[in-house]
């Protein structure tokens, strides 16, 4: 296992969005979005923006937020706005710079998420996975959700994407 010191997830504020927009530029050079459809995501639902830092230096970033359970969103597209009556917590983009593979932050990052989707009321989390992810996602309890609606957004992304959702058990009522 990787023996960083000093690696923690914190709250992603406005001065970061320069930094995560290179870390996306690196992570995923064949996934762009632009630096404003990033900004968007971090302004339409800030709870779910993560920083990664590594002795207080960006290392990775989490872009999540409420969405529509069966539904994603078209790569490099603003969304205007969150969906009126979502279901789901969507995790937008999970990307860490090489250096901090295997340390577990990715995994911890899930976990939080996945305790605040859960507090929401939310009874799912959705994604799709990219760059031979799925191995992971799975290890994290999302399974490939087959969406023959969907096939047109996830060919943009790349042939192997994939669309996989994790069934939480929600508190109900609590979803805002």
């Not at 706005?81 to 593979?101: F, G, K, Q, V």
Request: charged share 20%.
């Amino acid at each position: 296992m990787n023996m960083l010191k000093d690696v923690t997830w914190r709250a992603m504020t406005g001065y970061d969005l320069g930094a995560v927009f290179a870390i996306a530029n690196q992570v995923h050079p064949g996934f762009f979005e632009a630096e404003e459809v990033l900004a968007e995501k971090f302004d339409l639902y800030r709870n779910g923006c993560y920083l990664l830092e590594v002795g207080e230096r960006p290392a990775g970033y989490v872009l999540s937020h409420p969405y529509s359970l069966g539904d994603l969103p078209p790569l490099n597209q603003k969304l205007g706005a969150l969906p009126a009556n979502p279901d789901t917590y969507y995790i937008h983009d999970l990307a860490l710079l090489r250096l901090t593979r295997g340390v577990g932050a990715a995994g911890r990052i899930v976990a939080a998420l996945t305790k605040h989707a859960g507090a929401m009321g939310f009874a799912s989390m959705s994604l799709v996975a990219v760059n031979q992810s799925q191995p992971f996602w799975a290890g994290q309890g999302f399974v490939e959700a087959h969406r023959d609606a969907l096939a047109g957004k996830l060919a943009a992304y790349e042939p192997e994407a994939r669309y996989m959702v994790k069934q939480l058990a929600a508190e109900p009522g609590l979803q805002t």
